[in-house]
């Protein structure tokens, strides 16, 4: 396990320097909080609650700050689902700045996210760009339903 977080560590550093960035430990644990927790879309709190378990030097404000940063830079994204809290999950590295976008399925009775990738609406960006000329450079979608556990079915 520890070889894999070096690798994270060692491709961390250089998107960060990519971006012309200095290399802090503060941004590099933020970074690891949300590359262990994928499944998870961490608040800021938690976080900064993963990130002081093994660094209790770190205060909630550099992590907010981090945060900030971090987004800026494209590495990571936020989501804000409808309970009122904002949310973060690592960016897609693999191709940074190619929009990959997960979409997420919200179980309304759990409250369960999943996430699933699916490129159908890029054809409908571009229809909509032919159409109506609007250029879209972003989007976001939830669905919203039960979860198998919750009922839903799976026949």
């Not at 909080?33 to 205060?59: C, F, M, W």
């Not at 699916?118 to 450079?137: C, N, P, R, T, Y």
Request: proline share 1%; hydrophobic share 35%; net charge negative.
């Amino acid at each position: 396990m520890g070889d894999h977080e070096n690798v994270n560590q060692e491709s961390f550093k250089g998107m960060l320097r990519d971006r012309g960035l200095k290399v802090t430990n503060q941004r590099i644990y933020v970074l690891e909080a949300l590359q262990a927790s994928r499944k998870q879309h961490l608040t800021a709190e938690e976080i900064y609650n993963k990130v002081k378990a093994d660094h209790p030097e770190i205060g909630l404000a550099t992590v907010y700050r981090t945060i900030q940063v971090l987004r800026e830079l494209h590495l990571i994204d936020r989501i804000n689902f409808d309970d009122g809290s904002e949310r973060y999950e690592i960016a897609d590295l693999e191709s940074p700045g190619s929009h990959h976008h997960h979409h997420h399925l919200i179980c309304v009775k759990c409250g369960k996210v999943l996430e699933f990738e699916d490129d159908m609406m890029e054809g409908l960006e571009a229809s909509i760009a032919d159409e109506i000329g609007f250029q879209v450079i972003d989007h976001e979608v939830k669905l919203y339903g039960y979860c198998k556990e919750c009922g839903g079915n799976t026949d």
